[in-house]
């Protein structure tokens, strides 16, 4: 398996544009994660799918954040418009199962200038 | 709210020499504990993971000790190789519910050849 797949690999774009990052999660697994990570806040949750369904988006910063999840093989997450402090490295992470390890992708790292 | 941290931001040895990266973690809810090792420009990558019925769980070269009585968890790399260098993060998952990786700020290992 290839594992988690996430795209871009990096994304720099100006303040008030759109940016979209893309996970493709493992085959099989049910859990889907969306992560931020910064020096400041270290590793921080953004939000939780499992089956498709959004069952935690309490760590989403704000409505200008949104995730979808379409299928079982595919998620995003926009950013409406981007902000500066918006720029940090964003993770995809799926898991086969509750009480399971996740699997991360090798993450976005978003630059907004 | 409660959260994971870490006792060592930075931990430096020399090749070969053991390594003990600290965690502690004050949710007692937690019953699922998982390590990740972080290299630079990748993803978080699992390394070993133990539940709440035990107190010791042994792999290669690493070994997780949980002690639940004061809510402390270690990572032991054994005859650490400079290979082993990266950032080490503790996750949390809370039993009951959707068992959402929480994670600790990370340890940084520096291992001199």
């Known amino acids: 398996d290839a594992g988690v797949i996430q795209s871009p690999r990096h994304e720099v774009t100006e303040m008030g544009q759109e940016v979209t990052l893309r996970c493709k999660p493992i085959s099989g697994h049910n859990s889907l994660f969306w992560y931020r990570q910064t020096m400041m806040r270290g590793l921080e949750l953004l939000i939780y799918f499992n089956n498709n369904v959004p069952i935690d988006d309490s760590g989403m910063p704000e409505d200008r954040f949104s995730a979808k999840m379409p299928n079982a093989s595919f998620s995003t997450l926009k950013i409406q418009p981007s902000e500066p402090r918006d720029s940090a490295v964003y993770f995809c992470?799926?898991?086969?199962?509750?009480?399971?390890?996740?699997?991360f992708g090798q993450g976005t790292r978003l630059t907004v200038v | 709210g409660e959260s994971v941290g870490l006792h060592l931001p930075t931990l430096s040895v020399q090749e070969g020499d053991n390594s003990i990266i600290n965690c502690a973690y004050s949710?007692?809810?937690?019953?699922?504990f998982i390590w990740y090792k972080q290299e630079s420009g990748k993803g978080p990558q699992f390394i070993i993971d133990i539940r709440s019925n035990m107190d010791k769980r042994q792999g290669q070269r690493v070994t997780v000790l949980l002690n639940k009585t004061v809510k402390h968890l270690s990572l032991q790399i054994a005859a650490t190789q400079p290979g082993d260098s990266a950032v080490y993060f503790c996750a949390e998952n809370i039993g009951g519910g959707s068992y959402i990786p929480t994670f600790g700020r990370g340890t940084s290992l520096i291992v001199h050849p």
């Open positions: 992470a799926s898991r086969q199962g509750e009480g399971t390890e996740a699997f």
């Open positions: 949710n007692s809810a937690s019953d699922y």
